[in-house]
């Protein structure tokens, strides 16, 4: 791994197709940037992206990468680190990806710890197919398979990681270049599973939740001296609180043990020999 | 024909059915005997009627038939549920004093034995099943130490003290027979021999195989009749380096196996029944990712959850065909347990050379019968792996392109792409379920798209005319009778030969463990008067596949009663199909 790497060795060649202004160009640049500063380089980093204009994101950056089926990023990733502990892991996914399709996923990869981030960008819309509800859609929120909004309330991711047990939990805002970057930044170096819901504004199709909407209402919990992340009740009341729009890093457990370390499962596991295990007669042996 | 003692113990699920069974199985095991044995079960963990059935013989056997010799009989549905396997030589062992009175037929000999009542001298009622094993030791004239081994097997690492109380059990009901009854009138006298053997089912072949293999990482979801494989891989891949996950789903089973896959290591999940419809999603991201990964499917009856403990070769569509859009792929379907062990192998070093999907079809009957073979069988001297491209960073250089980016999906002339896993330097690339081109990204492009769906047919092409895609072939080769079946059958078709011989009926069985690609039968079937297709299914699926193939209707031989073939049926049933004038459709 080379110590000069700069956070545009992430970036291929490939000009992204997202809207102009869409909030997940501040999100990848924000990934990139921490990977990098994380002393990542494109070689031995694996991102693994969902389906949607999130999962775009694999294209748009340089390291290896697989873009998967919808809602299965989290299992697809939990893969890649268990066979190589040695590789720096990341999914991206959506909100539709993230916690509809793949919600069961998410619940169990947050309980699971594999270490690993999983960056969320949420717009709180389906926008690769032009405007439907999704998971976090307000429940007024009109769309054209909604007419009248869901009329059911938006899961809340946070609180949904928290009753999984997840041991890092997280929050940012894409338009917030610095505070973003940190945030992600902690969550690959979080012992576990890190994850980040961004607040990643669809300019196209979501007139509510607009970059205007979170910069005058978005709290950053770096600044409320009460919050302590490491601090369960602390946590849970900033991610039950309904009222405000937090960023920052609401919960994170220093006792985090990852999955490899509770199963031992240390190996790079693409290493085999050009055989049988040498003592794999004892194998056969058990069978008398 | 081999002489053979068929024997059995049945009961409520929760009496001990299977420990008791494999118990006596090892016993003959380690006395130099042949074990072929069967299970009928239902998916409960108590109540309900369940037995394991042994056949036995010094010489080689590979099925189950109709026929019972030694019953232990711990209910009376045990009684009724095997009374036309039974006959007059025949002896049913039973426990009069408990609460049911057993109704044995007269022409049987009832051995009544106080299982319980001896359990309870020898230590303890849970050995009742035990005792009973020593009673049969006794009917059969089979050498009550050959037990004592396999009991020190069974209980060795419960300590000492159990495994004397277990023997001691065994003792008690062996010696019960002997002082109560004259049963030498049944002429029971069992052989033993000096040879060494090793008793295994068809999934833990399958387990045994891919740890051999290198398989390091293993995903799955708990299914009947998959699990077992998932169990075997725990309790042993940890030891080689490597790992099994349990999954949330099988949607997660076989993404977080393609991860692992698409990581470097070879990966295998295995599932049955509705699980595999599940993991169709995601067959064709295997494929066009150019992953390599290996899917078990232990077929059981369908469809929906179907009879989840019952035996149906009913996947073999959907290992063909299944998924949206065209997915390339291979399919291996073993015929016997050693073949369980060898086509495991042989499907990851075919996943990794033409890095494609490869399913791997066993079924039920497979994955739960135990049988002996000789250790040689499985020399894991002769195990070879072959990783295909997989470059190092010396060969990244030739498969970068004029910018430098690294072509993982590069259009060869064999259409094998070079494969380089992540940690690989220069070598960073992305792959996509979306079609894309060399590089691994999205186009929608006429040309990539042509470009890659024929490069991904150009592996399969490859594939066709570098390996072997042979059939097995037992009896006659020049008869005019003409039998061919894939997957388990074969162990029963190959008996029946012997049955048929008997009547004077000349057959050619031909069992075909490559179901995609697969050989071409034309010539066969076009020298013979008759060609049967024999499958555990309603609709003939793989005898579709092979009058589409030859252009020609062939007759077939259906079973879907949810238990497999047995020597002696189909025997009868080829003899009749053969009399048949028309080709049934």
Redo the contacts between chains.
């Keep these: 791994m080379s110590s000069d790497v700069r956070f545009t060795d992430f970036k ?3 000009q992204p197709t997202w809207c102009p202004g869409c909030g997940d160009f501040g999100t990848m640049n924000g990934m990139m940037k921490a990977l990098a500063e994380t002393g990542n380089d ?7 992206a969902g389906i949607g204009c999130s999962g ?1 994101i ?2 748009y950056m ?8 919808h ?2 990023a ?11 502990p ?2 720096e892991v990341m999914a991206a996914g959506g909100d539709g990806d993230g916690y509809s399709i793949g919600a ?2 998410f ?2 990869a947050v309980r699971r710890n594999v270490d690993m981030s999983y960056v969320v960008m949420d717009n709180r819309i389906y926008g690769l197919t032009k405007g439907q509800a999704s998971p976090t859609s307000r429940s007024d929120f009109e769309t054209s398979t909604t007419p009248e909004g869901p009329k059911q309330p938006p899961v809340n991711p946070l609180a949904l990681a928290l009753a999984s047990g997840a041991s890092f939990i997280a929050q940012s805002f894409a338009s917030d270049a610095l505070r973003h970057q940190e945030i992600v930044k902690e969550a690959i170096e979080h012992d576990g599973f890190g994850f980040v819901n961004v607040f990643s504004p669809c300019v196209t199709f979501n007139d509510v939740d607009t970059y205007d909407y979170f910069r005058d209402n978005l709290v950053d919990l770096q600044e409320e001296e009460d919050h302590d992340p490491t601090d369960y009740e602390s946590a849970k009341e900033v991610i039950l609180d309904s009222d405000k729009e937090y960023q920052g890093v609401m919960y994170q457990d220093e006792n985090s043990v990852p999955y490899h370390e509770q ?3 240390t ?11 040498d003592d ?2 004892d ?3 058990e ?2 | 024909m081999a002489e053979d003692l068929n024997w059995a113990v049945g009961g409520e699920a929760g009496d001990g059915i299977d420990s008791t069974g494999k118990i006596f199985a090892q016993a003959l095991s380690r006395a130099g005997r042949h074990v072929f044995t069967s299970k009928d079960f239902a998916s409960r963990i108590r109540g309900g009627y369940t037995a394991y059935k042994i056949r036995t013989s010094v010489d080689d056997i590979q099925s189950v038939v109709d026929r019972l010799d030694i019953l232990v009989a711990l209910t009376q549905r045990t009684i009724d549920e095997n009374l036309d396997e039974l006959h007059e030589g025949s002896a049913v062992i039973y426990d009069g004093e408990r609460s049911w009175e057993a109704e044995i037929p007269d022409d049987i000999t009832a051995v009544d034995v106080p299982l319980k009542s001896l359990a309870e001298d020898a230590g303890g009622a849970i050995m009742r099943n035990i005792v009973a094993l020593g009673a049969a030791c006794e009917i059969t004239g089979f050498d009550v130490e050959y037990l004592d081994e396999a009991l020190e097997k069974r209980f060795g690492g419960k300590g000492s003290k159990i495994v004397e109380n277990n023997k001691e059990a065994a003792r008690l009901g062996q010696e019960y027979v002997q002082e109560n009854y004259d049963l030498d009138h049944l002429g029971y006298n069992l052989e033993t021999t000096d040879n060494d053997y090793v008793l295994l089912n068809g999934n833990e072949a399958i387990g045994m195989g891919a740890i051999a293999a290198g398989c390091r990482f293993y995903a799955g979801y708990p299914i009947t009749p998959a699990t077992s494989i998932m169990e075997y891989l725990t309790e042993r891949i940890e030891d080689y380096g490597g790992h099994v996950v349990q999954a949330e789903d099988e949607l997660s089973a076989i993404n977080m196996a393609l991860g692992g896959a698409r990581a470097g290591a070879r990966a295998m999940t295995a599932t049955s029944g509705a699980g595999i419809d599940l993991m169709t999603e995601t067959f064709g991201l295997v494929a066009t990712s150019e992953t390599p990964l290996v899917i078990t499917d232990v077929q059981r009856s369908g469809p929906s959850t179907g009879m989840p403990t019952k035996q149906e070769q009913g996947d073999l569509n959907m290992a063909l065909y299944g998924g949206h859009g065209e997915v390339p792929r291979f399919v291996i379907a073993p015929t016997t347990i050693t073949e369980c062990f060898w086509k495991t192998i042989e499907a990851f070093n075919i996943a990794e050379k033409y890095q494609t999907p490869v399913f791997l079809v066993s079924d039920l009957a497979m994955s739960v019968t135990e049988q002996t073979f000789p250790p040689e069988a499985f020399d894991m001297d002769e195990v070879e792996i072959d990783r295909g491209k997989l470059v190092d960073e010396d060969e990244v250089d030739e498969w970068l392109d004029a910018q430098g980016r690294f072509r993982a999906h590069a259009a060869t002339e064999d259409g094998v792409s070079p494969r380089a896993i992540p940690g690989t330097t220069d070598a960073a690339h992305m792959t996509t379920g979306l079609e894309h081109d060399e590089l691994g990204r999205r186009t929608e492009e006429e040309d990539e798209r042509v470009q890659q769906v024929d490069k991904r047919n150009r592996k399969v092409e490859t594939a066709k005319n570098e390996e072997d895609w042979d059939y097995r072939e037992f009896g006659d080769a020049d008869a005019d009778n003409l039998i061919i079946s894939w997957g388990s059958n074969e162990g029963a078709l190959v008996e029946a030969l012997g049955y048929l011989e008997e009547d004077g009926i000349d057959v050619r069985v031909i069992s075909v463990p490559y179901i995609f690609p697969r050989p071409d039968l034309t010539e066969e079937i076009e020298a013979a008067d008759e060609a049967i297709v024999v499958e555990c299914n309603a609709n003939g699926q793989f005898a579709d596949v092979i009058e589409h193939d030859v252009l020609t209707r062939v007759k077939r031989i259906n079973k879907y009663t949810g238990v497999r073939f047995k020597a002696d049926e189909l025997a009868e049933e080829i003899t009749n199909k053969i009399a048949e004038e028309v080709p049934a459709q």
Excluded at chain 1, 42 to 48: A, E, H, K
Excluded at chain 1, 267 to 277: F, L, Q, R, V, W
């Design positions: 291929s060649d490939k494109p070689d031995n980093t694996f991102v693994v775009k694999g294209t340089h390291s290896y990468a697989l873009h998967g089926v809602g299965r989290l299992p697809l990733a939990t893969g890649v680190k268990m066979a190589r040695d590789i069961g996923h619940v169990h199963h031992g499962v190996e790079n596991m693409s290493d085999i020999p050009d055989g049988a295990p794999a007669m194998l056969v042996r069978f008398y």
